[in-house]
């Protein structure tokens, strides 16, 4: 449209571009100054960028720029630099047992770091963050142990891993599943969920206690002692404290007598170095407290009237 045709706006004495949508006419305002000097600014610095640093792809390549940045080169030296720095830190872990370490300040100091960011990358995932755990994958926060609390104990399990095939593993026993292979009958186990919930001090069904009394006896006690205490020393949990792996409620248990569900931790030893283990064992080690105190013997569970509900 020539200029001689443009209509003016009466309102605001603007000409207008010819342009109407919906009974709406553009305006022919002039883009502000200070907008139009900030538009050729971006211009002339991108040909600047385009010059100065790799921009433009090509058949076999791209063009480096002048400045020849590269951030694969630049991650390269961080991560050198980042090793350097370990490195005087994984030599004193190296030369230093793990008793050594937590009773050094610095190098403790040190160990947690290394042993929070391992935790987070390949633990948390199964055990939670910060260790708290969840149905299936114990807690790493209390002082209740599968395979015992000590320093030594929590490296090895670390190294070796639990089921994992790992030639040094302690000798696993693995839970039969006694519903699903037939071993027991559903009243069998039924019964003997019950003597399992009065182990642990909880009411439970009398008359099912007294008849799951002998089928423990004669089933379970080889592994888990006459008084469900387990042993540490090949991974089996006492059933007479108040942490369960699988869960506490009947359901739980008789699911767990059934089917016996037997966990899996894989080894570590051929991924993380012995550093790094040690340093991982030190921050499970100082969040959790320590080992388990030995457990006190229970006393056989007697008759106890029936609870109204699941257990804890």
């Not at 080690?285 to 008759?303: F, L, R, Y």
């Amino acid at each position: 449209m020539s200029d001689d045709k443009r209509e003016m706006d009466e309102h605001s004495g603007v000409e207008t571009t010819g342009h109407e949508w919906d009974g709406i006419k553009e305006l022919d305002n002039p883009l502000p100054r200070w907008w139009l000097w900030i538009w050729y600014a971006t211009i002339a610095a991108s040909a600047v960028y385009w010059v100065l640093m790799p921009a433009w792809p090509g058949i076999t390549g791209y063009t480096k720029g002048l400045l020849g940045q590269s951030d694969r080169a630049e991650v390269s030296r961080e991560l050198a630099a980042l090793k350097a720095q370990r490195g005087a830190g994984e030599v004193k872990l190296r030369n230093a047992s793990l008793e050594q370490i937590e009773q050094d300040p610095e190098l403790q100091a040190y160990a947690m770091q290394v042993g929070q960011s391992v935790f987070g990358d390949n633990c948390a995932t199964c055990h939670g963050a910060g260790g708290a755990g969840r149905v299936g994958y114990p807690s790493l926060r209390d002082d209740v142990w599968l395979w015992g609390g000590s320093l030594a104990d929590i490296q090895h399990t670390i190294q070796v891993g639990v089921r994992s095939q790992n030639s040094h593993t302690r000798g696993e026993t693995l839970m039969p599943a006694f519903g699903r292979d037939q071993m027991l009958e559903e009243p069998a186990v039924a019964d003997v969920t019950e003597f399992v919930v009065a182990l642990s001090g909880r009411k439970a069904d009398g008359a099912a206690v007294e008849r799951g009394r002998q089928t423990f006896a004669d089933q379970c006690a080889a592994c888990h002692a006459a008084d469900g205490t387990g042993d540490v020393s090949r991974g089996i949990p006492n059933l007479a404290d108040a942490e369960w792996l699988y869960g506490s409620d009947r359901k739980a248990i008789h699911d767990q007598i059934w089917n016996g569900r037997n966990g899996v931790m894989p080894t570590w030893e051929a991924r993380f170095s012995p550093e790094t283990i040690k340093a991982l064992a030190v921050y499970i080690h100082a969040n959790a407290g320590g080992g388990e105190e030995p457990a006190v013997a229970a006393a056989p569970p007697t008759a106890q009237p029936a609870a109204g509900g699941a257990g804890r």
